[in-house]
Every structure is written in C-alpha cells, then in structure tokens.
C-alpha cells in the first residue's frame, strides 16, 4: 500500500489502494508485470464475493443484505476454500510488490535538484521503517494523556479554522468565489490551483437533461 501510494497518490479518486483495487488494475499498476508462465494474474477477490451469504429474515427467507460468517466458522466448515483464499492473497500481494518495485526503481528520487537514488531506495530508507512502526504502535498500543489532548485539540480546532480563513482570504483575491470554498476538498483545491477539473455529476445531469438553478 505504501509502495503504490509512493508510485500514484490520487488513487484515492480513482480505485483506492485495497489489494483488490491494485491486484485488478491491469491498465495501471499491473501492467507490464512479468507475472509468469501463464501471463495472468488472478486479483485479489474479496471475502464478500467468496463466503457471502444473504442474511435471513425473521421468516426464514433470504434478505437482500450479504454478511458474512465469523472467520472461525469459515476456517472450519469452509477449510479448502479458505485455505484457497488465503494463498491467493499471498500470490497477489508477491505480484503486487515485484511490479511496483520495478516501478520505483525505474523512477528517479531527486532531492533540490540533485538525484539521490531511486524511488524504491526512498521507500527502502523512509516508508519501510514508517510502516515498521505503524505496525509496532497498532500491536502494541501508545500511551496517550487525555485531559491534555482534550485541551490541545481545542487549540488545534481554533488554529485549524483560522489557518483556513487566511488561505480563503488570500484565494478570494485571486478568484472572488474562492471565499465560499471547502478547504478540506481535494477537488476544490485542484480546480483552483490547476483548472481544468471537470464536474462529472454536473455533465451527467446535462447530458440527461437536468440543470440546476443557484
């Protein structure tokens, strides 16, 4: 996740970075990919898609809502399936890692102009121990003081607020609309900085006939 992150950081918008989302991307992330004898890849499938079932209603006929089983259950009665499961995660993730590697190591890492290695050197000497330590932290917890962070978020909030005022009153004299715009919206700030971000929704709704009156 960090090395596609590090490759394209606007999935995001378009696909995300699960396992499913990169292991499908045969026209992005996967292409080109040595990926062995049979040149093909299986993505990722989700547990949904595999051990899904339809929850049943309190008359005892299936529901249009899809749950799925405990894992303990499914390791039980499912075992084949599951076992099946779990190595092809582990395929797709070894797949996955040896094609953005070759993506990063094909792209230089350049730091004021002057080419430090490759991008895969980077994510070796920043990214893997960021990623070590996030782990170490989710296992392992991290002792926090509450009355304190209560106090600092306060004044994190007023900050926050006032750091967003001053960029839209600085935006609003370069485009006067710039004053009514949300600053935590990626694509209010491409459209101001870049232009040329299109409205699918807007041209949807022209295409079918519907304008909306401000």
């Given at each position: 996740?960090?090395?596609?992150?590090?490759?394209?950081?606007?999935?995001?918008?378009?696909?995300?970075?699960?396992?499913?989302?990169?292991?499908?991307?045969?026209?992005?992330?996967?292409?080109?990919?040595?990926?062995?004898?049979?040149?093909?890849?299986?993505?990722?499938?989700?547990?949904?898609?595999?051990?899904?079932?339809?929850?049943?209603?309190?008359?005892?006929?299936?529901?249009?809502?899809?749950?799925?089983?405990?894992?303990?259950?499914?390791?039980?009665?499912?075992?084949?399936?599951?076992?099946?499961?779990?190595?092809?995660?582990?395929?797709?993730?070894?797949?996955?890692?040896?094609?953005?590697?070759?993506?990063?190591?094909?792209?230089?890492?350049?730091?004021?102009?002057?080419?430090?290695?490759?991008?895969?050197?980077?994510?070796?000497?920043?990214?893997?121990?960021?990623?070590?330590?996030?782990?170490?932290?989710?296992?392992?917890?991290?002792?926090?003081?509450?009355?304190?962070?209560?106090?600092?978020?306060?004044?994190?909030?007023?900050?926050?607020?006032?750091?967003?005022?001053?960029?839209?009153?600085?935006?609003?004299?370069?485009?006067?609309?710039?004053?009514?715009?949300?600053?935590?919206?990626?694509?209010?700030?491409?459209q101001l900085f870049f232009g040329g971000t299109y409205n699918r929704a807007a041209i949807f709704l022209g295409k079918m006939g519907v304008f909306i009156v401000h």
């Open positions: 996740m960090h090395m596609a992150r590090l490759w394209d950081s606007s999935r995001r918008m378009s696909g995300g970075y699960s396992l499913e989302a990169l292991t499908s991307d045969s026209k992005g992330i996967m292409s080109g990919a040595n990926l062995g004898p049979n040149k093909e890849l299986i993505g990722k499938v989700s547990m949904k898609n595999i051990f899904g079932r339809k929850k049943l209603k309190k008359d005892g006929t299936e529901g249009k809502v899809v749950v799925i089983p405990p894992v303990e259950e499914l390791q039980r009665v499912e075992k084949i399936t599951w076992i099946c499961y779990s190595a092809l995660d582990s395929i797709s993730t070894l797949k996955l890692y040896e094609r953005l590697q070759c993506k990063l190591w094909n792209r230089e890492w350049k730091f004021n102009g002057v080419t430090k290695g490759t991008l895969f050197d980077f994510y070796e000497q920043y990214w893997c121990p960021f990623g070590e330590l996030l782990v170490k932290m989710e296992t392992e917890g991290v002792l926090v003081d509450r009355p304190y962070l209560n106090e600092i978020e306060k004044v994190a909030k007023f900050e926050q607020q006032r750091a967003a005022d001053r960029f839209r009153n600085w935006a609003s004299k370069l485009c006067p609309d710039a004053k009514f715009m949300n600053v935590g919206s990626d694509t209010q700030l491409r």
